[in-house]
């Protein structure tokens, strides 16, 4: 086994652009597609601390981003746990090695984060050839370029109150990079040129809250206005729509132009997971509270939509609030938080079957193969066998847990737990 090095240089910033579907790597949270599937063959599928593992690198500091790999390179962010210094580290992919280590930037006084679920480097980076881009919610954001690592662009003058950190993920579309800020002070997208870091549009979110005061403030301060979620864009009645899960309302709008084309309330908060596209429908959940659930939404709608626009909901304790949901061939596969994994018809949110697999689940799964990868945050990766009947493949364990999704490079598992890097590979003969 290889280490790479771990110790802490000035971090270099990342120059990213995301990748279309057929792009080789892991350009983005959820990979190539931006949904967890891949097109990977040849991935391990069983693995240890001994066993598989091509190199591990330890990674300094806190961070729960997804690594993105692309033209032997790794990227991923990192911020002290205090919150005041933010960093990009660039690691070679072949041999482990931290190549670039820089902060870029610095907040003399972070928003407490009051919990153990978040950490002040949790957006994920997104990358194309050539560019790679950072983003730390209303601390940061960034454009390096990947071969000199020197930084292209920098803003930090969009402001937002995270109160439990950042989350939400930036996306590529076209010329544009597209950021969601939802705080508890304000909650809005902004969509900036790629190439300069400039804004093209900005569009706050028209949710209608209903816990103001008789001054119109906020009756109590807390997480109900917040959302964590990262945007998809799919194409329907031939718009390029963005699809953005806020607290308490799902939107879509133009994605070329922040539009608000449509909006479908819903009584849940915080939003986590990334909705996911196929079979004519969004698969979104609403977020936390007692009522939280999945819902299948046409997206051909306009304006304030009703249940009309809502093709099956489907609710229950095996709805997460985190791992976003998978979609292979007519099948959707969900892991709650709670360890619970369900499976349901796309078409009409019919449970197929569920199963517990124990501990607790952040990390969003992936689908290679025919086989489903998922990780707890007590470090287990189960393996199952995508189908209509639960099947255990493998079940594998790493010294810590996973907060981070997984990101897969050629044939090889790219696996963030909290303290490492680690790439899983089978050795090739």
């Given amino acids: 086994m290889r280490h790479g090095n771990s110790v802490l240089g000035l971090v270099v910033v990342l120059f990213g652009v995301h990748v279309a579907a057929a792009a080789q790597g892991w350009p983005e ?8 599937r891949c097109d990977a063959k040849g991935l391990p599928l069983t693995w240890s601390e001994t066993e598989n593992v091509a190199w591990k690198t330890p990674i300094p500091f806190e961070g729960w981003s997804t690594p993105v790999a692309m033209d032997g390179q790794i990227w ?6 205090d919150g005041k210094d933010f960093f990009v580290i660039c690691v ?15 907040s003399d006084n972070p928003e407490p984060l009051d919990n153990a679920v978040n950490c002040y480097a949790s957006p994920s980076l997104v990358m194309e050839p050539g560019r790679v881009y950072v983003h730390f919610g209303s601390y940061g954001t960034a454009c390096l370029d990947t071969a000199s690592k020197l930084v292209v662009w920098k803003r930090t003058d969009l402001p937002c109150r995270h109160y439990r950190g950042p989350g939400s993920s930036p996306i590529l579309f076209e010329n544009l990079l597209v950021l969601t800020f939802d705080g508890v ?22 949710t209608v809250w209903t816990d103001l005061d008789e001054n119109g403030q906020p009756k109590r301060e807390g997480d109900f206005r917040k959302a964590f979620s990262t945007p998809i864009v799919v194409t329907a009645g031939g718009t390029a729509q963005l699809v953005s899960l806020g607290s308490s309302a799902f939107f879509g709008y133009d994605a070329r132009t922040g539009k608000e084309l449509w909006k479908l309330p819903n009584t849940a908060y915080s939003p986590a997971s990334r909705p996911v596209y196929g079979k004519g429908l969004i698969y979104a959940i609403t977020g936390r509270g007692g009522n939280s659930e999945l819902y299948a939404v046409r997206p051909d709608g306009q304006g304030d939509l009703t249940d009309a626009q809502v093709a099956w909901k489907f609710g229950g304790p095996g709805v997460p609030t ?25 078409g009409t949110g019919t449970q197929v079957w569920s199963e517990r697999l ?3 689940y952040l990390a969003s799964p992936i689908c290679a193969e025919g086989r489903i990868y998922l990780f707890s945050t007590q470090g287990k990766t189960t393996v199952v066998k995508a189908g209509r009947a639960y099947e ?3 079940t594998n364990v790493l010294d810590n847990g996973f907060m981070a999704s997984p990101a897969v490079l050629d044939k090889a598992l790219i696996l963030r737990t909290k303290t490492d890097l680690y790439r899983i590979e089978v050795p090739q003969t």
């Fill in 392 to 394: 255990a493949l493998a």
């Fill in 322 to 346: 985190e791992p976003s949901v998978l979609l292979v061939d007519d099948l959707l596969y969900m892991v709650g938080n709670n360890g619970t994994l369900t499976c349901l018809e796309a």
């Fill in 29 to 36: 949270f959820r990979g190539p597609h931006g949904d967890g």
């Fill in 76 to 81: 991923l962010t990192t911020a002290t746990p």
């Fill in 92 to 106: 070679d992919a072949a041999t482990g090695q931290i190549v670039f280590n820089e902060m870029l930037f610095h």
């Fill in 185 to 206: 002070d304000v909650q809005y997208t902004a969509a900036l040129d790629k190439a300069t870091g400039e804004t093209v549009w900005k569009t706050d979110r028209s």
């Fill in 358 to 360: 124990g501990g607790n």
